[in-house]
């Protein structure tokens, strides 16, 4: 069940929505008898992909950071690098080639966080709204390498990440992660 959920996420951020989304409309009765064991319903499923990216709602730390495991540090990690080579580009001295190739590295280790990322329910669902828009300004700057300001978007999406988890890649005091 878990990788239903995940591969559904998947698809959504992919853009493929149109069959991920009636699927993710119809709970199964798998869904609600797992939610009824745990004494949830089934419409807080954490690990449903969000609707729709909703850059503007704020995102709340949790008291104590969330455990990030190998392969969260692993994919942020990549992430991390990109843009760092995306400092170039906005300082105009980086080929679009090379811009759709950091742009890839980034949509790439998204993809690599939910094939092989396993977080708790609710760190989980705290790391959904910063991979959807990082996934969407990526596939943006793809498309469009020469907009320097899909990069910023990039940096935004990315911000609450360090706040949120524990990844010592990923100082978490808010003037290191702004530098990131």
Known sequence: MKNR??????LVLSGITAHAAAAAAEPSSEDHTAHAAH???ATQDSHAAPAAPDAAAPTNPPAKRWASDAALREGMGRVQAALKELRHHELGHMPLAAVREQAAQIEAAIRF?????????DADAALHPILL?????AKHLQSEPA??????????????Y???FDDPGW?????????Q
């Open 5 to 10: 959920r995940r591969l559904l996420a998947f």
């Open 39 to 41: 004494g949830t319903p």
């Open 113 to 121: 966080l939910f094939a092989n990322c396993r977080l708790a329910p």
């Open 133 to 137: 828009p990082l996934l969407q300004s």
């Open 147 to 160: 907009d320097r300001a899909t990069v910023a978007a990039l940096r935004a999406a990315v911000a609450p």
């Open 162 to 164: 360090p706040r949120q």
């Open 171 to 179: 100082p978490a005091t808010p003037d290191s992660a702004a530098a």
